[in-house]
């Protein structure tokens, strides 16, 4: 065989390898993460929202008759998007949990997150506390302990807001994440989420590793 040949292979295969560990990593581990199914198969529902569903751009959602009820469901990406009623400022908060167990690789670092919009006619305040808006996983919640107002009002796309953090699996080889989500005070708020994930992170050695060795055959090439 050729060099010039041989190094034709190797830039095929690592070009064919940096395409899977992107993938591989680029992954979501989560199903029906932006219920593109149309429902909540593939999760487990929970929580104590007064409504609760799935439905496309436009459905009206029926609920607390209240300024803060929305008049249409706001979707992210895709066709669908989840959504709920929910209040914080009294005893019981309501919210609703969203639950998914998946397998992971034992000592791999994680970005776990979702989109969550306002479909209300008004702005409104949120925690990020065990016992109103937190991600789990395991059992720990991630999400920085803020009290504030919520940046989000609006019905388009660009309107959703992102919660998210990271995850460090240790010793773990599954995970059980759950996505505790609530808004508003004392009314009734109506709140869209979508496009969930929880995906793999690569080490910035393996992605410098696979860069130099693509720059290596690369040259390689240029010189024969």
């Given at each position: 065989?050729?060099?010039?040949?041989?190094?034709?292979?190797?830039?095929?295969?690592?070009?064919?390898f940096s395409v899977f560990i992107t993938h591989a990593f680029a992954s979501n581990l989560l199903l029906n993460p932006g219920f593109e199914k149309g429902s909540f198969a593939d999760w487990t529902v929970g929580g104590n929202?007064?409504?609760?569903?799935v439905d496309g751009d436009g459905v009206v959602i029926a609920g607390d008759e209240d300024p803060f009820t929305p008049s249409h469901v706001n979707v992210r990406s895709g066709r669908y998007a989840g959504y709920c009623v929910v209040?914080?400022?009294?005893?019981?908060?309501?919210?609703?949990?969203?639950?998914?167990?998946?397998?992971?690789?034992?000592?791999?670092?994680?970005?776990?997150?979702?989109w969550?919009?306002?479909?209300?006619?008004?702005?409104f305040g949120y925690r990020l506390d065990d016992t109103?808006?937190?991600?789990?996983?395991?059992?720990?919640?991630?999400l920085n302990l803020i009290h504030g107002s919520f940046p989000v009002l609006g019905s388009t796309p660009a309107d959703f807001f992102e919660f998210s953090s990271e995850?460090?699996?240790?010793?773990?080889?599954?995970a059980t994440v759950v996505f505790a989500?609530?808004?508003?005070?004392?009314?009734?708020?109506?709140?869209?989420f979508d496009d969930f994930y929880l995906s793999a992170v690569p080490e910035p050695g393996t992605i410098t590793l696979l860069v130099c060795g693509l720059l290596s055959l690369l040259c390689l090439r240029r010189r024969r």
């Open positions: 065989m050729s060099r010039l040949r041989a190094v034709k292979l190797m830039l095929v295969a690592a070009i064919i929202s007064i409504n609760t569903g209040q914080n400022g009294y005893d019981p908060v309501e919210r609703i949990l969203l639950e998914q167990t998946v397998s992971v690789v034992a000592n791999t670092k994680y970005s776990v997150g979702f969550l919009g306002n479909d209300s006619q008004n702005g109103h808006m937190q991600i789990f996983v395991n059992g720990v919640g991630l995850w460090e699996s240790g010793s773990a080889t599954s989500i609530n808004g508003s005070g004392t009314s009734r708020a109506g709140l869209p």
